[in-house]
């Protein structure tokens, strides 16, 4: 991953945050997308994750001790597969979860904050986006097994 910190830097800080898990949570443990599933996958649309809380899409928690921050901004634009942009509901509902696009989602422009894009393992994404599913669910767990920073 790619993350845009020069254009969308809060929005981006809070995801690197949760993928090093530095971040603690009020019980002063580590907290953060490792171990958490994708629990969301829409063939020909995204695949989405991030709520290492609940794992059902309920879930929301910010670096900033909220449960939500504010749309930081609609520069970057869903023009292509692999980007990867902040899931909400609704506006200034940023949270922990995110989807990565497989394809342009020119729909979700001024709703959802893109933030970066997959630079290396787009055939991952491309695997999560073919896994069977029930309901927009993925049959069978999805974890990330391990993230951080390189």
């Excluded at 599933?37 to 991030?50: A, T």
């Excluded at 939500?68 to 901004?73: G, I, P, Q, T």
């Excluded at 959802?112 to 599913?133: C, L, P, S, W, Y």
């Amino acid at each position: 991953m790619s993350l845009a910190a020069d254009i969308v830097p809060k929005t981006a800080e809070n995801f690197r945050q949760f993928c090093t898990g530095e971040t603690k949570n009020h019980l002063g443990r580590p907290q953060g997308y490792k171990g958490s599933k994708f629990h969301r996958v829409i063939k020909d649309f995204m695949i989405q994750g991030g709520d290492f809380l609940h794992g059902d899409g309920t879930g929301s928690t910010t670096i900033y001790g909220t449960r939500s921050f504010a749309d930081e901004n609609f520069q970057l634009r869903h023009d292509a597969a692999g980007l990867l942009s902040m899931a909400n509901s609704g506006k200034d509902s940023n949270g922990c979860q995110f989807f990565i696009t497989v394809c342009p989602t020119p729909f979700l422009d001024k709703k959802h904050v893109v933030f970066g894009q997959v630079v290396d393992g787009m055939d991952v994404v491309r695997k999560i986006e073919n896994a069977r599913t029930v309901n927009e669910k993925p049959a069978q767990d999805i974890v990330i097994a391990m993230c951080g920073e390189m």
